[in-house]
C-alpha cells in the first residue's frame, strides 16, 4: 500500500505535467498565456483533490490485488 505521502507526491508529479500540457494546447486555442495559464492551473487544482481522494480509494479495495 502506498502512503499518504506517496499518493500526494505522484498526486502532485502529475499534474505538474498536466498544467503544462494544457497550458500550451489553451495558449493555442485562446492566444493569450495569462488565460491558459489561469485556467489550466484553476481546473488542475480541482483535479489535483479529485485524484488524491481518488487514489485513496482504490487503495482501500482489495478488488483486482493478488
Known amino acids: ?3 499518504r505521502k506517496r499518493s500526494i ?3 502532485i508529479s502529475w499534474r505538474a505535467f498536466i498544467i503544462l500540457v494544457d497550458t ?3 495558449f493555442f486555442i485562446t492566444g ?3 488565460i491558459s495559464g489561469s485556467v489550466a492551473v484553476g481546473l488542475n487544482m480541482l ?3 479529485m485524484y488524491y481522494f481518488h ?3 482504490w487503495e482501500n479495495l482489495e478488488w483486482g490485488r493478488k
Request: aromatic share 6%.
Open 1 to 3: 500500500m502506498d502512503s
Open 9 to 11: 507526491a505522484k498526486t
Open 24 to 26: 500550451i494546447i489553451l
Open 32 to 34: 493569450s498565456m495569462a
Open 47 to 49: 483535479k489535483t483533490l
Open 55 to 57: 487514489e485513496r480509494f
